[in-house]
């Protein structure tokens, strides 16, 4: 499969929202996370682009120290899963991240979650902390992060280290 990574753009709408509102039945909540993304954060709000339909989307965003950023999303369709793609995503919010400045990245992924957790070890990511019930009853989660060297990135072109080759 061939994508491409660019910035949302209004009719990604429809196919990220979809992605988005796996677990948010009435899909309010998603529809207003994407927008809301889209308006904040236009250069990390990221897609994955395969033959103009949006396959995976990732959002990053600076913090209020803006030498901190967080990964808050980073969904691919499931039939577009182990192909790649996230490691694309992943690659390209870091990078757009770094180039705002950001220098220590965070998020969050379920314990359970042995594919994602898999992508963050490769690209440097350590767990940091344990947090029981972060999103409710039910929904714990590991706070994962990573430095980013903005000297590696600028000699190298690209992300250096884990998860930059063989994809």
């Known amino acids: 499969m061939a994508w491409t990574v660019r910035p949302f753009r209004d009719a990604d709408f429809p196919a990220v929202w979809a992605l988005e509102r796996v677990r948010d039945v009435e899909g309010y909540a998603s529809a207003v996370t994407i927008r809301q993304a889209a308006a904040l954060w236009p250069a990390t709000l990221l897609v994955a682009d395969e033959d103009g339909t949006a ?29 790649g793609c996230a490691t694309s995503l992943l690659r390209a919010v870091l990078e757009r991240l770094s180039a705002e400045g950001v220098r ?20 440097g990511f350590l767990e940091e902390a344990v947090l029981p019930e972060y999103f409710g009853p039910g929904e714990d989660r590991l706070l994962l ?9 600028a000699s190298a072109g690209g992300m250096e280290g884990p998860g930059r080759s063989g994809e």
């Open 55 to 83: 396959v995976g989307f990732t959002i990053g965003a600076a913090s209020s120290d803006p030498a901190a950023g967080w990964i808050l999303r980073l969904k691919v369709r499931e039939d577009r899963h182990r192909q």
């Open 145 to 153: 992060c990573r430095r980013i060297d903005p000297a590696a990135l």
């Open 104 to 123: 220590t990245v965070r998020l969050t992924v379920a314990p359970e979650n042995r594919p994602a957790r898999s992508l963050y070890a490769g690209f």
